[in-house]
């Protein structure tokens, strides 16, 4: 008689997932997450794949298993996400960080890399994603990072303590009240239209993290107003956006003074980033 009647092994559950709709990327990390093995370590699935599941594992699986058919997002269900070659802890205070959020920091660190002291700037850092990336990549750098959510800066902030990076996080609206000058600012803000469609795919992140007015560019319209005073001679503005955003976005860049105003492709072929330098 098969063993599986009896206890179910890793395979089986496998099986199991997948004929229930799971993902197989999202099957398999569950079953790492619950077996409390590495994520990067698929393999130790095969080669375990005869192996018996308790049934403690079994339960804690079926709990995430159903949450995640709700639509949860993987993160805050395994309560990590990788970004920038970092282990972040995200939950649901902060959205989780996008791979497409990466080229923002690409962007970033080439500004940076004839300056790699220079004082940073991070606005609306949410799980503190890009200020811990830049600083991981450039330690030199002096890197502060605001955020209006007090949940958002407590994930932040136990996210640098974790990684040893020394970041100064501090809670405000944007540049509201913001003194020194930088030669960086950097900001992946909300910017999702009140009313768009895709809004129902993410009703279990944060909304004050996602949408920004009628037209999702509110928040880029105050950074980019507000910005030109806090950045020093030559400093640079890099903004996240939406799919169709980045004409609107280098319309409000040019508007408010700036020069070298481009767009940069995500992962997709997509403009998801904009940004101007100040003369």
């Known amino acids: 008689m098969n063993s599986d009647t009896h206890t179910p092994t890793i395979a089986s559950t496998l099986t199991r997932l997948l004929a229930q709709g799971l993902d197989r990327l999202d099957a398999q990390l569950l079953l790492l997450h619950v077996?409390?093995?590495?994520?990067?370590?698929?393999?130790?699935?095969?080669a375990h794949d005869t192996d018996p599941i308790g049934p403690t594992a079994l339960q804690q699986l079926s709990d995430l298993t159903l949450r995640r058919q709700r639509g949860?997002?993987?993160a805050y269900l395994t309560g990590h996400k990788e970004f920038y070659g970092l282990d972040l802890r995200v939950d649901a205070r902060v959205l989780v960080p996008r791979p497409d959020t990466e080229t923002l920091v690409d962007w970033a660190l080439e500004v940076l890399?004839?300056?790699?002291?220079?004082?940073?700037?991070?606005l609306g850092t949410g799980s503190g994603a890009i200020a811990l990336a830049l600083k991981h990549t450039l330690p030199d750098l002096?890197?502060?990072?605001?955020?209006?959510?007090?949940?958002?800066?407590a994930v932040?902030?136990?996210n640098a303590a974790r990684l040893h990076l020394a970041v100064s996080f501090q809670q405000g609206s944007w540049l509201?009240?913001?003194s020194a000058r930088y030669q960086l600012i950097v900001s992946n803000p909300p910017y999702i239209a009140a009313q768009d469609q895709h809004l129902s795919a993410?009703?279990?992140?944060?909304?004050?993290?996602?949408?920004?007015?009628?037209?999702?560019?509110?928040?880029?319209?105050r950074i980019i107003r507000q910005a030109p005073a806090r950045?020093?001679?030559g400093g640079w503005l890099l903004l996240e956006h939406g799919y169709d955003q980045a004409p609107a976005v280098r319309a409000l860049l040019h508007e408010a003074g700036f020069c070298d105003v481009q767009s940069r492709l995500d992962l997709s072929d997509i403009e998801r980033c904009s940004g101007g330098k100040l003369a």
């Open 35 to 46: 077996l409390q093995q590495s994520p990067h370590n698929r393999a130790w699935l095969m």
């Open 72 to 74: 949860e997002p993987l």
């Open 113 to 122: 890399q004839a300056q790699d002291t220079a004082e940073v700037l991070d």
């Open 142 to 153: 002096n890197v502060s990072a605001i955020d209006y959510s007090a949940d958002a800066l």
């Open 156 to 158: 932040a902030s136990a």
């Open 176 to 178: 509201d009240g913001v």
């Open 202 to 221: 993410l009703t279990f992140e944060p909304l004050q993290a996602l949408t920004s007015g009628v037209d999702g560019l509110d928040d880029i319209r």
């Open 231 to 233: 950045l020093q001679a």
